[in-house]
T-cell receptor, first 115, second 111 residues
Framework: GAVVSQHPSWVICKSGTSVKIECRSL??????MFWYRQFPKQSLMLMAT?????????EQGVEKDKFLINHASLTLSTLTVTSAHPEDSSFYIC???????????FGDGTRLSIL | EDKVVQSPLSLVVHEGDTVTLNCSYE??????LLWYKQEKKAPTFLFML????IEKKSGRLSSILDKKELFSILNITATQTGDSAVYLC???????????FGTGTSLTVIP
């Protein structure tokens, strides 16, 4: 159990376009989902915490209007990178936890490349 | 400031060797420490530790937590090339949703 699906796994798009990434918990309900960004050979950097039915909580330095997060249901959260630019190119990973003292389980990640 | 430090940063061993990866932390209101293995994609969960002195074991991997000295170790015995990966340590506090990740240990196992 505890499978998290992330889609798409790889995106290449032109500068200025918006990209939506989906994160789904397939076999459990996740009250909270997390979005991370990872640069090459670096650790995960938490971008925001997504709570079902409420606004996401963003970490310091992360632009809310740039990285739109929606947590529409207990099994789906989306991250939209608006007006993407080359500096937004990165590996984006979501995770979800069942709640309580349960470990986070990660999606497979999305490699975003902005040309 | 809360932080998680892993050592060594990288390690190269031969198949069959035993390795010990270290994770020390300074996190307020500690709740749990987690180990993840990251290959080409996203991290996969290995262990979650909440109590001191209780070893968790899965095959050739084992881990233990020392809440007094604020560290954990991950042991891998009889290493195989498939163990090559980055091993991440993360600490979760009771307050807030922040997970504090270490920078990881890059393990390379050569035949």
């Amino acid at each position: 159990g505890a499978v998290v699906s992330q889609h798409p796994s790889w995106v290449i798009c032109k500068s200025g376009t918006s990209v939506k990434i989906e994160c789904r918990s397939l076999d459990f309900q996740a009250t909270t989902m997390f979005w991370y960004r990872q640069f090459p050979k670096q650790s995960l950097m938490l971008m925001a915490t997504s709570n079902e039915g409420s606004k996401a909580t963003y970490e310091q330095g992360v632009e809310k209007d740039k990285f739109l997060i929606n947590h529409a249901s207990l099994t789906l959260s989306t991250l939209t990178v608006t007006s993407a630019h080359p500096e937004d190119s990165s590996f984006y990973i979501c995770s979800a936890a069942r709640g309580g003292n349960q470990p986070q389980h990660f999606g497979d990640g999305t490699r975003l490349s902005i040309l | 400031e809360d932080k998680v430090v892993q050592s060594p940063l990288s390690l190269v061993v031969h198949e069959g060797d035993t390795v010990t990866l270290n994770c020390s932390y300074e996190v307020t209101n500690f709740r749990s420490l987690l180990w993840y293995k990251q290959e080409k994609k996203a991290p996969t969960f290995l262990f979650m530790l909440t109590s001191s002195g209780i070893e968790k074991k899965s095959g050739r991997l084992s881990s233990i937590l020392d809440k007094k000295e604020l560290f954990s170790i991950l042991n891998i015995t009889a290493t195989q090339t498939g163990d090559s990966a980055v091993y991440l340590c993360a600490v979760e506090p009771y307050t807030g949703n922040q997970f504090y990740f270490g920078t990881g240990t890059s393990l390379t196992v050569i035949p």
